[in-house]
């Protein structure tokens, strides 16, 4: 029953009724009504000037033989990809590199990233804050910091690892860490993992957190261990968390330079050479055309792997 507090109030008879400003709010949504556009237009036009005009010259300069030895442009086609995928050069290797490394820092990554987030949620109840900001700490290093200390820790004969394994006995396990072809690439991966696994422990940190507890709650009610939570509710609804920072992992290793720049700068030889070394390289010795058919590729392989991985990860919820 409604209560005379409940009741609407009645318009006199000869007034004018006050509009309610929600209703027209609504009203206005429904008729498509809009912020101005000139609200972005400066940030529409920055974007173009400095982003979309340059991405595009370089996608031109791609297929030309444009050069420092010569002030002639001619168009070359595709000669500059058949270069490429030709194998006279080692341009696949360097392709190569850049796959590897990607795809070990992602799996690195995510996977220390969600244990120290589960860890630092539910294992460590103490100085809780203090151990999230000590994993952090290095994502906030500078690169060229992070690369200049970790050459004099991995330094073959003087570095602070080598010392710690002989000084323990271990010396047999002692390595060559940037100089060996083998494992120089690897050492790479473990130094830029170190670097950014705090950055995705935050992320899926605050994934975590978003989680309602009443779930995990129901789920103990109902005799579900500890993994069978983590595995049909943690996972679950982590997943398009887990969606973002392997879309930013992703974006971040097929495009890496400094760390590889500072470490090795491509050597031993070529073993650690990446696309964008390459690139940079390329453009050092005045070959342009080919430098920028190195960069259109890398960018079409990231719209590939970015939109395949994308699709991956959110079909279930797609088909839902």
């Known amino acids: ?22 209703a027209r709010i609504k009203s206005k949504n429904k008729r498509g009504h809009t912020y101005p556009f000139y609200f972005v237009a400066g940030a529409l036009i920055l974007y173009t000037v400095f982003s979309v005009i340059p991405g595009l010259t370089g996608l031109l300069y791609s297929f030309t033989d444009w050069n420092s030895y010569t002030t ?4 070359v086609g595709l000669d500059n990809f058949a270069t490429i995928f030709s194998g006279d050069e080692n341009y696949l290797s360097f392709v190569k590199n850049t796959l590897v490394f990607t795809a070990l820092t992602i799996i690195l990554k995510t996977v220390l990233g969600l244990a120290f987030a589960i860890l630092l949620t539910e294992g460590v109840k103490k100085l809780t804050n203090l151990h999230r900001v000590i994993v952090y700490l290095p994502a906030v290093l500078p690169m060229l910091v992070v690369g200049l200390v970790f050459k004099s820790i991995l330094n073959p004969q003087t570095g602070l690892v080598n010392e710690f394994l002989r000084g323990i006995g271990l010396g047999g396990l002692a390595q060559k ?8 690439l690897y050492s790479i991966i473990g130094v830029d993992t170190w670097k950014g696994v705090g950055y995705i422990m935050v992320i899926l940190l605050a994934g975590i957190q ?61 073993a650690t050479d990446v696309v964008f070394t390459s690139v940079f390289k390329e453009f050092g010795q005045g070959r342009y055309g080919v430098a920028t058919a190195l960069s ?22 797609q088909a839902e």
């Open 210 to 270: 978003a989680i309602p507890k009443d779930y995990y709650e129901a789920g103990a009610i109902d005799g579900a261990n500890p993994w069978q939570r983590f595995w049909h509710i943690t996972m679950p609804l982590l997943t398009p968390v887990i969606t973002v920072t392997t879309v930013l992992n992703l974006l971040y290793g097929l495009k890496v330079f400094d760390i590889v720049y500072v470490l090795t700068n491509g050597g031993p030889g070529y």
């Open 296 to 317: 259109t590729l890398l960018f079409l392989i990231m719209v590939v792997s970015g939109y395949f991985v994308i699709r991956l990860m959110t079909r279930k919820d």
């Open 72 to 75: 002639d442009v001619h168009w």
């Open 1 to 22: 029953m409604e209560t005379k507090a409940d009741a609407k109030p009645e318009a006199q008879p000869g007034t004018k009724s006050r509009p309610d400003p929600v």
């Open 177 to 184: 860490w940037l100089v060996d072809a083998n494992i120089a």
